[in-house]
């Protein structure tokens, strides 16, 4: 019996150590009573910020930069206390680059108010590679369920000014989550999405396209359904409409396709099945509009170099509560992340 015993024990034991090592994707659910934790009302902060390999420095690749728990856990001190200092907090914090739920709730408890003002939500990506994952602290519940889609889109698309050379292909988004919230009277649905890096490379360029054209098959559907909609992340690619401070030219069209619609002559991912017609109001337009170009940068690499490959873009039935829009430089570069954060501020005293 001792034996046994034993045995059970250590079994027991094994199994909560492989528990303690896996990663924790149990963050999907909505309450049954969605909550809306805002202190003031009056307005709603929405933030998108790649947070640079938020790990625990214990699971993941090896390509992660954090090699021991320590140094992971100075990065979740670095990010929680710059995202402790922004002025307003985020009521809804994007994040890209995250390893799980227990990054997230770690997060959360080390922001004012801690968890009992930011939940944390989830739901796992497929990319095997990095095991990053997109995910949300918020103050307001989502109505449903946080969820992604399978849907894959051929490339290369029509028109494209890639330079893709190679053979036909589809692609799917890894990184990407919807979320759907109420506020006040309204329906956002929310669409984090970290896109494939290298914006000039070009078997990526085309890839992204399709990615783009994933996504905003997506929108569509919450778009014929009466939603606004934001569209905000990791797009690894320029804008054409609304240059960076570089004035870096994109050699693809994967912000104009989330802006404008799929790209007509794009086959649908799903059998017999047709994209919405566009209509000029459910086009999205992009908040860095609001940014004074010298200060529309995101993202740092190389030795002194900067761009702007992250974008928030809201539908054109949210423009009239747009109340301004600013990206963060409140870190030198590299302290942080590699990215810094980019905020829209609506007014949502009428909704």
């Known amino acids: 019996m001792a034996m046994n015993t034993n045995i059970i024990f250590v079994f027991l034991c094994l199994a909560l150590v492989t528990l303690a090592a896996g990663a924790s994707f149990d963050c999907d659910m909505a309450p049954a009573d969605p909550q809306d934790r805002r202190t003031n009302k009056e307005q709603l902060v929405i933030t998108t910020f790649n947070v640079e390999w938020l790990f625990d420095g214990v699971t993941g690749p090896s390509s992660c930069p954090w090699k021991t728990a320590e140094e992971a856990d100075r990065h979740l001190e670095l990010v929680a206390t710059f995202v402790a200092t922004m002025n307003p907090l985020p009521d809804v914090l994007m994040m890209q680059e995250v390893q799980d739920c227990d990054m997230l709730r770690r997060l959360a408890k080390a922001l004012p108010g801690g968890e009992a003002v930011y939940r944390a939500y989830m739901v796992k990506g497929t990319d095997t590679s990095t095991q990053q994952n997109t995910g949300m602290l918020t103050k307001i519940d989502p109505e449903t369920h946080v969820f992604r889609t399978s849907d894959r889109f051929p490339y290369p698309i029509g028109g494209e000014q890639c330079g893709y050379k190679g053979s036909d292909g589809t692609q799917g988004v890894s990184k990407h989550m919807f979320a759907q919230l109420r506020v006040g009277s309204r329906r956002l649905a929310l669409a984090n999405i970290h896109f494939l890096a290298f914006p000039t490379e070009s078997t990526r360029c085309a890839k992204r396209e399709a990615q783009a054209n994933v996504i905003r098959y997506q929108v569509d559907e919450f778009l014929t359904k ?3 909609v934001i569209i905000l992340g990791d797009h690894n690619d320029y804008s054409a409409d ?17 802006r404008n619609g799929v790209i007509k002559g794009a086959s649908s991912p799903a059998a017999n099945a047709t994209t919405p017609s566009i209509t000029e109001s459910m086009s999205l337009e992009e908040v860095s509009a609001l940014v004074k170009q010298p200060s529309r940068y995101t993202s740092a690499y190389g030795t002194d170099l900067v761009s702007q490959i992250d974008h928030l873009l809201i539908s054109n039935s949210l423009i009239g509560s747009l109340s301004h829009a600013y990206i963060d430089h409140g870190f030198p570069r ?3 992340s590699d990215h810094w954060p980019l905020t829209a501020v609506l007014k949502t005293s009428d909704w």
């Open 334 to 336: 590299g302290v942080v």
């Open 242 to 258: 609304v240059p960076d401070s570089a004035d870096n030219k994109p050699s693809s069209r994967v912000v104009n396709i989330l």
């Open 226 to 228: 009466g939603m606004d």
